[in-house]
């Protein structure tokens, strides 16, 4: 969908919006997030991989920041993943729940009924029919045994997301894929997984707005996820600089990874974009005109460090998809258009 005259999010029926990275950075909101979420005026669905919280407390760490959300705002991958075990069990069916609290009140909001791995434990004699498994500080050795155990019996097993790594304050800790690889390896299973990269978080997020995905603006700072996660749901996406990927790796993203629009922030969305159009030989965005030459940039005229990134990012993936550039290439000539490293 092409940008409409307004702003950005003027041409789409709603935004769908990660946190971590893009909100917020651990307590804190991403500079001008607040205010420019503030000025859209079309509706925002919150959807993070983040499985351990509930939408309610999600909704007040935003109301906190200062934006005005109800929990119905905020889709977590916990919910997508309990959306499709209703899909594949009985009425009732009993379900292990892996994770934090977050997975249980999804569980319990879809009329199934939630096994704890104590209770497993205790009752080893116990069947359950499925097995959600989601992120939770607490989650121990020994209950990665039970999901184990209860996959390996037959248990259809749903995974909210395999994000390897999950940012802290502290640094990078281990995420939800590191526990489920766990449980892959001593099962020999595979899971169902419902959050970013997957389509189905993004489904019940255009579900809930009543709108086809081709109306939607999915916005993140992943490309892997976020991105991903756009594309395979028919959502057109925004990359936003101020989370974890950059202009360098969104250089030698392959298509399936490549978003519609690149955004230096969130007040992006309420400015008029600019996109990267090709003249001749030329990639030109804004005030800003360049080409490769024998493997070093040509610019005719210099634009703002955003123009400059998306002219150069248009004209680095041409020439990687003809096969004018290698990836060694690439790499040296991004470097000098990515000011946000």
Known sequence: ????????????????????????????AVDHAVAALTALSIPIVYAT?????????????LTDLGLHVRARDVAT??????????????????????????VREALQHQGLEVVGPEQTRESPERPVAGVLQGYG???TAADLAEAAYAVAGGAVWVATNTDGTLPTHRGTAPGNGTLVAAVQRASGQSPRVVGKPYA??????????????SRLLAVGDRLDTDIAGAVAAGMDSALVLTGIDSVSTLAGAPAALRPTYLLEDLRS????Y??????YAWWVCGGDRRRVVEGAWEVATRGTSIEAARA????LHEGLDLGDLDEQTVRRLVAEIDAWQ
């Open 1 to 28: 969908m092409a940008a409409s005259s307004g702003g950005l999010a003027d041409g789409y029926a709603a935004v769908v919006c990660d946190l971590d990275g893009v909100v917020y950075r651990g307590p804190d």
């Open 274 to 279: 600019a996109p990267a159009e090709t003249d």
């Open 49 to 61: 991989n983040n499985a351990s919280r509930t939408p309610d407390e999600v909704a007040g760490h």
């Open 269 to 272: 969305l309420t400015t008029e």
């Open 200 to 213: 189905p978080l993004y489904e019940l997020c255009a579900a809930r707005l009543e709108q086809q995905p």
């Open 137 to 139: 500080a607490t989650v």
């Open 77 to 102: 991958s916990s919910q997508a993943g309990a959306a499709a075990l209703v899909e594949l069990l009985p009425p009732g069916a009993p379900v292990l729940a892996i994770g934090g609290v977050g």
């Open 312 to 315: 150069g990012i248009a004209c």
